[in-house]
């Protein structure tokens, strides 16, 4: 099954402006007949073009809310983020209640499930001989990111599944435990980017795995705060407590493992920057835990959420100082580190690369310094493509002449 | 196949921060050659040991790599110093970096010895006063 497109071109809305392409982490879009087209073998659904875009034209995309109601047995999985979107929330259980009023019959927070994952991972880095620096798996983004560029680092990425799909995998025990039929049960989760959409997708909807379909945060946000706004007072059905909503922002994962030699960052560059560095041997024995994620300020930072990430990551903080509830562990969910450890690793891509044949693809980069050395080399992005390097590779790949109108006046 | 691909890189001596552009710059025609990351981590931290010796140093020098099927010669280059002894200069924790240069992370004396670590041949050649040509040979995996 093709993967799932997360990210998609509005043409009528794209200008063909060069903003994206710079943004773009992986040269993954190139202006093409004055249309910011996305080359999906390269796209790892961060979705800072959204970000980037004054004119609306990249749109993420989504699973419809009116999935859910195709199934009889409805749960619904909240990221930690979800929490940080609303104006005076003193109560995390509003978000819970809310959602019960908008159809679904369960609300599993992924917050909850975050505790559970941060207690394996404790136990996994005592235990076993895992690559040090351990890299997070937790941003989708950044795992596809190191499997795209980054193939050195990828025997340090901590072997576990991220929080919403550990979330659905124990809705679902706990629902079938309590005789609810299997093929009843609809698990969805509401995402804060088009990363996550992407990920459980390619990994869960298409394979009929845990997850029926992964909604938005900003397409649900306003009947939900219309369902919130009618609630009196809430039943206190949270368990998720401060380290687990913590997650959704600034190295909750990191604060929670408790470790003092830790790195973390959010953001685009930043995470590229510390990518190079820790492919280049320099935090080898430098650091035992390194948390990235593609957002700013983390997932409160997703392009699906609503709020500004810092004003959202201030309100979690105040919420956490509410949730007192000491972080869950496995032991009390009868759970081991089978749970939550990959059944098989995930495959490098080899999509950077100019061929599969080594030969091959050295005669295509040797073609492809001769190009740069007539291109000017100032990135301009004329040409449609974000680097002149990219271009010279592009005319290797796909033929066709060089197409630069800066070629004459700068000389090298 | 006797052709290669020439990459030449001037690396700049009063910068730190730059340094490890020319490894950078390899480690992506290396990928998208194909090479094992294993082979390309080797590349990248022998040279970018090099090049971080050429800016505390030398002042700089000029980094040549040619890049064939089945492995890569690097060529680093300076005009500095030179290096007296080199045997002694191999060591492991041997370093003459300044104390300032200590104080930003560099100068354990490990650079060389790192380079013959991660390389499959090192060569050294160095006059005092005049400057060194360090080269390096990496065989990639396969």
């Known amino acids: 099954m093709a993967p799932l497109k997360t990210v998609v071109l509005d043409a009528e809305k794209c200008i063909g402006c060069i903003t994206c392409m710079r943004r773009c982490p992986t040269e993954a879009i190139r202006i093409e007949n004055g249309k910011a087209k996305i080359l999906y073998d390269k796209c790892i659904n961060c979705g800072e073009c959204v970000r980037s875009c004054k004119g609306g034209a990249k749109r993420p995309v989504y699973d419809s809310f009116d999935l859910v109601e195709s199934y009889p047995y409805k749960i619904a999985l909240p990221s930690p983020s979800l929490f940080g979107q609303f104006n005076n929330l003193d109560d995390p259980n509003y ?7 908008l159809g679904f019959d369960e609300v599993f927070e992924v917050g909850l499930a975050a505790e559970l994952v941060t207690d394996c991972t404790k136990k996994l880095m005592e235990g076993r001989a895992l690559n040090r620096p351990v890299i997070s798996t937790a941003c ?18 901590l072997p576990v599944y991220a929080p919403a799909k550990i979330a659905a995998k124990l809705a679902k025990k706990q629902a079938v435990e309590r005789g609810i039929p299997a093929d009843d049960i609809g698990i969805f989760f509401i995402s804060p980017c088009p990363a996550k959409v992407y990920s459980l997708h390619r990994e869960e909807v298409s394979n009929e795995k845990y997850i029926s379909g992964v909604l938005s945060q900003s397409d649900i946000y306003f009947r939900l705060v219309e369902k919130m706004n009618k609630i009196r007072t809430p039943r206190k059905l949270g368990k998720c407590g401060y380290s687990g909503i913590g997650w959704g922002s600034s190295g909750g994962e990191s604060n929670s493992l408790g470790l003092g030699n830790y790195i973390h960052c959010s953001g685009v560059r930043n995470v590229l920057g510390l990518l190079k560095e820790l492919s280049d041997g320099k935090l080898d024995g430098g650091a035992d835990f390194v948390e990235m994620n593609m957002c700013p300020g983390w997932c409160v930072g997703g392009v699906l959420n609503v709020e500004n990430p810092f004003i959202a990551r201030n309100r979690m903080r105040q919420l956490a100082d509410k949730m007192r509830i000491p972080p869950a562990t496995m032991q009390s969910y009868g759970l081991d580190e089978n749970f939550f450890i990959w059944d098989k690793i995930p495959e490098p891509s080899t999509s950077f690369q100019l061929d599969k044949n080594r030969f091959v693809a050295m005669q295509k980069l040797m073609l492809v310094e001769e190009y740069l050395k007539k291109l000017p080399g100032i990135d301009c992005g004329a040409c449609g493509a974000p680097t002149c390097r990219c271009h010279a590779e592009d005319v290797v790949m796909n033929g066709g002449p060089l197409d630069c109108v800066k070629m004459d006046e700068v000389k090298k | 196949m006797n052709e290669c691909i ?13 340094a490890g552009h020319a490894s950078e710059s390899v480690k992506r025609t290396l990928k998208q050659m194909g090479v094992s990351s294993l082979s390309v981590r080797r590349v990248a931290i022998a040279m970018y ?87 390096l040979r990496v065989d990639f995996e396969e």
């Not at chain 2, 020439?6 to 730059?18: I, K, P, Q, T």
């Not at chain 2, 370093?95 to 100068?107: D, P, Y």
């Open chain 1, 95 to 101: 978000v819970i209640e809310g959602l019960l009023a």
């Open chain 1, 140 to 157: 989708p983004a950044v795992v596809e990111l190191i499997l795209l560029k980054f193939h050195e680092l990828a025997d340090h990425l």
């Open chain 2, 49 to 135: 040991e090099g090049e971080i010796n050429m800016v505390i140093h030398a002042h700089g020098g000029r980094a040549v790599a040619e890049i064939y099927p089945d492995h890569i010669d690097i060529r680093l280059e300076d005009h500095g110093p030179g290096i007296a002894d080199i045997s002694l200069a191999m060591q492991a924790g041997y370093s003459t970096a300044t104390e300032n240069i200590r104080s930003l992370g560099f100068g354990a004396g490990m650079g060389l010895p790192n380079m013959k670590k991660y390389s499959d041949d090192m060569q050294i050649e160095s006059t005092v006063g005049e400057g060194t040509t360090v080269k």
């Open chain 2, 6 to 18: 020439r990459l030449e890189y001037d690396v700049d001596g009063e910068n730190f921060a730059s």
